[in-house]
């Protein structure tokens, strides 16, 4: 590895804080677009006009679903499955030396909740002191924000990255993954990845997988005058959820066994997302399901003069 000089470290944090008001006005458009589930087409255009503007030559991927079903890693789709593209820029340096590096950074949100519990609008993008909110701001359009200004930052100060960089702008991250292996699928590929999903600014060289599912429990739907002869699958779902709460202890204990995981107290988390009722109020529920948790690597590579030949 390539040891940086206190100047030019110094020089780089300055460049870094120098873009910083620039950075957050990006962020902050970044938020603004919103972009639900299969809505992120919009925001997308936008970051492929802003790697062209720069001379990433960028390509739009579309969801290639026969290519990702045919892979272990992929995840179902659904009818609300994202069909926005996946856009890719490439930083190629004038003299190649040194590892490449993938910058992956999704654009896709996690759903608004209740509207009534936000102070400001979802996607307003309001800064209050050193605060930025909005949906998606954290998680992850900050990072996504940091990928492509950490090169300008390079660039005012006549740097670049001596080796490929990929910047990789995904959806479908908080449902499938199916963006990003998408990218993978289309071969792009490098020495090392870095995602700067907010983890409380450490960094994390490995991490959980995600485990989505259903239990379909089933009752017996009786009228609830007869109740005592019939079974209620509410009652039975939560006998399940105990007993996959067990689950999820046993293996939050085998996991000190796993490399990285070994002092890490609570690694596995299981989360209850949905449970539906039967048909009517007066009827006992007849039956349904319950839901699981995700992954990531990294490494840099040197820096070159941006005039090298």
Do not use: C
């Not at 950075?23 to 006009?49: C, I, N």
């Not at 654009?107 to 993008?125: N, Q, R």
């Not at 792009?188 to 907010?198: G, I, M, S």
């Amino acid at each position: 590895m390539v040891e940086l000089s206190n100047d030019l470290i110094a020089a780089i944090t300055q460049s870094v804080s120098d873009g910083f008001d620039e950075q957050l006005k990006y962020t902050q458009k970044l938020v603004q677009f919103g972009g639900q589930r299969g809505e992120e087409a919009a925001v997308q255009e936008f970051v492929f006009d802003q790697y062209q503007k720069r001379g990433y030559n960028p390509v739009k991927l579309d969801m290639d679903r026969q290519a990702l079903s045919q892979h272990v890693g992929a995840g179902r789709f659904s009818p609300q499955h994202s069909h926005a593209p996946v856009v890719v820029g490439t930083h190629k340096p004038n003299l190649a030396k040194g590892k490449s590096l993938i910058l992956n950074g999704h654009i896709d949100v996690v759903p608004l909740g209740p509207v009534d519990l936000w102070t400001h609008p979802p996607y307003s993008g309001h800064i209050e002191g050193d605060r930025l909110y909005g949906r998606g701001s954290g998680d992850m359009r900050a990072g996504h924000a940091a990928n492509l200004h950490a090169l300008d930052a390079l660039r005012r100060i006549g740097l670049q990255p001596a080796a490929d960089v990929i910047l990789e702008s995904v959806v479908e991250e908080e449902s499938t993954g199916n963006g990003t292996l998408m990218t993978h699928l289309k071969g792009y590929k490098a020495d090392a990845v870095l995602v700067p999903e907010p983890v409380e600014e450490m960094l994390v060289r490995a991490n959980v997988g995600v485990l989505w599912f259903q239990i379909e429990v089933r009752g017996k739907p009786v009228h609830v005058r007869e109740m005592g002869t019939g079974a209620n699958a509410i009652d039975a779902t939560w006998r399940v959820i105990g007993a996959l709460r067990g689950l999820e202890a046993a293996w939050n204990e085998k996991s000190k066994e796993v490399k990285y995981f070994e002092n890490e107290q609570h690694p596995l988390s299981k989360s209850t997302s949905l449970v539906q009722r039967g048909a009517g109020q007066s009827v006992l529920p007849a039956g349904r399901p319950l839901w699981w948790q995700r992954a990531f690597i990294l490494l840099l590579s040197p820096l070159a003069n941006a005039d090298a030949k």
